[in-house]
């Protein structure tokens, strides 16, 4: 069963850091673009940064330099390192798994996980 799951989410100050952590189980991750995303309440989801099978990354302008996203393609893990954690960074994250091209028809559909919630608050 091909699944996508996040963990790492919870509740922190101002300024504080947190690292989420997303788990694909499909049979090469490494050709798999992971996205993160976030959905606020009462927001639409919105992405936050990517990074492709060979690790080229790239962030929404807002969590430039503050979050890091990075990967093991043997653990089939990728990572979201948040650091000096802002109050508007409160959302549910996701992760998403992209295949090659976004070639649907020959991969299958993007897989996306569950959520997970993180809490920016004094």
């Known amino acids: 069963h091909v699944q996508v799951v996040e963990s790492g989410g919870g509740s922190v100050q101002p300024g504080g850091s947190l690292r989420l952590s997303c788990v694909a189980s499909v049979s090469i991750f490494s050709i798999y673009t992971i996205g993160w995303y976030r959905q606020a309440p009462g927001k639409q989801r919105e992405l936050v940064g990517t990074?492709?099978?060979?690790?080229?990354?790239n962030y929404t302008s807002s969590v430039k330099g503050r979050f890091t996203i990075s990967r093991d393609n043997y653990e089939k893990t990728a990572w979201l390192q948040m650091d000096n954690l802002k109050p508007e960074d409160t959302a549910v994250y996701y992760c998403?798994?992209?295949?090659?091209?976004?070639?649907?028809?020959?991969?299958?559909?993007?897989?996306w996980g569950q959520g997970t919630q993180v809490t920016v608050s004094s």
């Open positions: 998403m798994a992209d295949p090659p091209y976004s070639d649907y028809a020959l991969w299958g559909p993007a897989l």
């Open positions: 990074i492709t099978g060979i690790g080229t990354t």
